[in-house]
């Protein structure tokens, strides 16, 4: 596997003028997860009711969709969508898909999670999708797992046993994916996106409870999964190897620089032909770069499921706006320890956290995310009216103007703050949320 891992990567690095696009070309395309739920059935049986819905011509002439990890999860996507032009066909198809999705459900009695910890399903041993690839992945995982780590998680008194890799399939994200125009440009994107991860987690905080338990971490998946999923020997530690989970040590230097990184650690599938996609898919970063057909994407992955298809286009507008500022700008990169500071708070902390900024002045200087974000903001829709969707994306996140607290702050207040809740309190308060539909 690493022999032809790095034979494909080798294709790619000298044959750059493939992937070469018009720079003006804004193509994006969305990914969503979804949890499918019902109190009156179990896992296995809602289940076999996803993958009925995954073969059924309700939605498969219509929607592109697949089966997540989990047994109950489910994954649509649009197509590559240009929003230079406008960013109308991008919010209707993906309107359109997650509708046609959530109608097939409800003709089938269950409901559909839009949060990003599926609360109600137990972390040990939680029933898996029946995939070479989500069997043998979290189980080279618990098998290589840092015997030393403390695998019991929270932050407010109630500790969550998260020792068990199955633990993601209780997670639900949704990813933006944007074409580069090169890859230099695909690694440019990469890199200030890691700095712009934080006040987005911030906004969007929105994985909380897990096993009905408040973990007092507003964002808890990715940290959940750094430790679920850290099979580091004690040598590799000493050596300054990270995880292969969400931050990098550093920004990259370019295109082989990154493909160095990812082929460092352990392939666990086996496919020699796809070894390159099966590298770079195990590679779980905030953001990462990927090779598709002859595009360079880079996909932001830090990001839960929100409560609302709204609130999932309002955030990836400000992100698409910010990170076109930021190119145009040619802003200095943030150094990655404070984007490590800043990450760690957004995920505690939500709004509520403290974030390192450049404000207006160009003083680097600690704020409160709120005032944070209206820095941003501003420089977002300077990026959008480059783009040509100032006027639209300015009308769709005007929701985020409003956010003093992220989802997750939210449905904790709403739930007095205890830190058990029984099932079905918890399933009330995520309807009244939206966050259960």
């Known amino acids: 596997m690493r022999e032809a891992f790095q034979n494909q990567v080798a294709e790619v690095l000298t044959d750059e003028s493939r992937f070469r696009k018009k720079e003006e070309d804004i193509i994006v395309g969305l990914e969503s997860e979804l949890g499918l739920f019902s109190d009156a059935k179990t896992p296995e049986e809602i289940g076999a009711i996803r993958d009925d819905i995954l073969h059924s011509a309700e939605v498969t002439e219509h929607t592109d969709i697949d089966a997540e990890l989990g047994v109950t999860q489910i994954e649509f996507r649009t197509p590559p969508i240009s929003v230079g032009s406008g960013a109308d066909e991008l919010m209707r198809v993906y309107k359109e898909r997650f509708k046609k999705i959530l109608d097939v459900a409800h003709r089938r009695n269950l409901s559909v999670l839009r949060i990003g910890s599926n609360p109600f399903l137990p972390v040990l041993e939680t029933p898996r999708t029946n995939k070479p690839k989500y069997l043998l992945v979290p189980d080279f995982q618990n098998i290589h797992r840092r015997k030393s780590i403390d695998t019991s998680f929270g932050v407010n008194g109630t500790r969550v046993e998260i020792g068990d890799a199955s ?247 709403s739930l007095s703050y205890k830190e058990k809740v029984e099932p079905s309190f918890l399933e009330d308060a995520l309807r009244r949320s939206s966050m259960l539909v």
């Open 167 to 413: 633990i993601i399939s209780l997670f639900q994200a949704f990813q933006v994916n944007i074409q580069a125009s090169s890859l230099g440009d695909g690694i440019e994107k990469m890199n200030r996106s890691f700095m712009l991860v934080p006040l987005l987690v911030a906004l969007g905080a929105n994985s909380r409870y897990i096993e009905c338990s408040d973990t007092g971490v507003q964002e808890s998946r990715v940290l959940a999964w750094e430790i679920s999923h850290d099979t580091r020997t004690r040598e590799e530690i000493r050596s300054g190897i990270g995880l292969r989970i969400g931050l990098p040590e550093r920004y990259f230097a370019g295109p082989s620089d990154y493909f160095v990184r990812v082929g460092k650690y352990p392939f666990i599938l086996s496919a020699p032909d796809q070894a390159l996609k099966v590298g770079v898919g195990l590679h779980w970063l905030d953001v990462r770069l990927k090779v598709v057909g002859d595009a360079i994407v880079v996909e932001l992955r830090a990001l839960p499921t929100q409560p609302t298809i709204e609130e999932e286009l309002a955030l990836t507008f400000f992100f698409l706006g910010r990170l076109k500022y930021s190119q145009d700008a040619r802003e200095e990169l943030l150094p990655m320890s404070f984007v490590s500071e800043n990450r760690l708070q957004a995920h505690l902390y939500g709004m509520q956290s403290r974030l390192w900024c450049v404000d207006g002045k160009g003083i680097l200087r600690k704020a409160s995310a709120r005032e944070v974000f209206f820095l941003e903001y501003r420089r977002a829709i300077e990026g959008l009216r480059t783009i040509g969707v100032e006027e639209t994306a300015q009308d769709l996140m005007e929701p985020l103007e409003r956010k003093i607290i992220s989802p997750s702050e939210s449905l904790a207040y």
